[in-house]
Every structure is written in structure tokens, then in C-alpha cells.
């Protein structure tokens, strides 16, 4: 049985790496189609989801991208004045080490993070609630190709959801951006 059969909330959260370095599979800066505006953006090597129709299959070996230590990556993403996106790969198989980036980059800067997984919001919220509270903009969900849907921004397919976290976490109720 392949990893897309299994229930998002019985994948073992104990799979990640530590916290100190990052698999990077890239970073591009200034660009313009990971959130508003022009951000610079982190592509985490490695995804443990294996969705059905996966586009990105070349990210699902960690070991496919560049180990870095983090303030290697936090140098990269932050050498001009451009809000920050985290994508993968799925970035929370490398959890711990996402949550340590999000902080040094709340407690150095202003920047809004946004971050893409294929986890659920609540899924995040169970397993690292941590990470909430540096995250301004959460995709969430796997992409499902038969909700694809190519009029949507930001994400492909219509069970992934662009939630606005504080409104979120201050509400009790989920927040979309487009709501
Ligand atoms: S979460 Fe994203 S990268 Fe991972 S298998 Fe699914 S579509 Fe591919």
C-alpha cells in the first residue's frame, strides 16, 4: 500500500530530520507566483505524502537536495527585503528544522511567512502547533487531481486551502484568504 492511501493523520509525525540543517532543493529570489507579491522563496528537498499524481516527484528523496545549516538558508532568504515562502517537497518532513527558520526569521525580522504543506491545517495545529504562530499564510492539503482546478491561485486543486493563520488562531475557525 503506497503512502497515498494512508490517512493524512496516522503519517508518523516522528519523520523528520533535526534541527540544525536543511535539505534545499532551492531558493529563488523576487519571485512572483508563491504568494502576494514578490517574495523569496524555499523549496525543502523530500516528501514523505507520495500523492497519487504528484507533478514533483523529483522532490520526494531528501537526499535530492543540498544539506544546509540554517543560518545558511536564513543568509540566502534574507538578503534583500522580500517576505519569505516555504514550499516543497513537503517542507514539514523537515519539521523541526522549519520551525527553528520560521522562528530566526519572526524573531530577526517583520516578514510575513507563507507555507505550503500537504498536511492539514489541522494536522499542522496537532503536531506542531509551534510552527502556527510564525506562519502568516498556510496552503494546506495534498493535491487531488480529480479537484484540480486551474482558475485557482495559489494552489491546485480546490481541497487546498489558503488560510490566513492569525484571523484563524484569533477566531477559532478557519480563515481563508478568499473568504
Ligand atoms: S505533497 Fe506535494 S510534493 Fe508531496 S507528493 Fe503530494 S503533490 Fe507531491
Known sequence: M????MDNDKLNPLM??????ISVMSIVHSTSVDGIGLRNALYTAGCNLQ?????NRESWDIESGTWQTLEEVYDQLNVDFFPISILGGEPLMQGDAIIALCRMIKERTAKNIWLWTG????YVQSHY??????IDV?????YEE???????????SSNQRVIDVPKTIQTGTIVCLDD
Open 2 to 5: 503506497t503512502a497515498w492511501f
Open 16 to 21: 523528520q530530520t533535526d534541527a540544525t540543517s
Open 51 to 55: 500523492c497519487e499524481h504528484c507533478h
Open 119 to 122: 498536511h492539514t491545517y489541522e
Open 129 to 134: 502547533p509551534e510552527l502556527l504562530s510564525y
Open 138 to 142: 498556510l496552503v494546506d492539503g495534498r
Open 146 to 156: 480529480d479537484r484540480h482546478d486551474e482558475t485557482l491561485l495559489w494552489r491546485g
